[in-house]
């Protein structure tokens, strides 16, 4: 029988939009085929351009790209000047997967020592409203089958 996950009772998390998840050292922001093409709808550009302009080929796969920002190495999406004192994704809607799982990345929730580590980085552990399990689960299988495991980047 498998063992119950330790966070079987929820977890709480509440984003602040301080932007660290999209910033910080050089990481990868992994892209499909099938979010290419509908970020590239989005901004009104061929996929063509759209993979040139704002992504590169990396080890793990299509990466957007980042830009260098007093807060390290910001998302190219990740706009800091719309909302005060706030960091917002420009590509809120069509965002990867990657970035619709977070923070519940299998490998953020090994164990309650990586969730507190985690919270060093992210500003939303521990914070506001409890996530229920189910739901939880539901972004961690995600990102577990896109990934193998879930051990992106940043
Ligand atoms: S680090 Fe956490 S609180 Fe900050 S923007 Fe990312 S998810 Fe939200």
Known sequence: ????????E????ECTLC???????????????EEAAAIAARLGLS????????TRQTPQGRSLNERQTEAGMDCVFLDRST???????????????QCR???WWPENLRDRRGW?????????????PTVPIVEIR??????RAATGDGGPSR
């Open 47 to 54: 996929v063509a351009a759209f993979l040139r302009e704002y």
């Open 138 to 143: 539901v972004q961690r299988d995600a990102q």
């Open 101 to 103: 799982t977070f923070p």
């Open 116 to 128: 507190e580590r985690l919270g060093r980085m992210c500003e939303g552990v521990n914070r506001g």
């Open 83 to 97: 909302v005060a004192g706030k960091a917002v994704c420009s590509l809120y809607e069509e965002r990867p997967l």
């Open 19 to 33: 932007g660290n998840c999209c910033s910080g050292p050089p990481g990868y922001v992994l892209v499909t085929d």
């Open 1 to 8: 029988m498998a063992r119950a996950e330790w966070y079987a």
């Open 10 to 13: 929820g977890l709480r998390f």
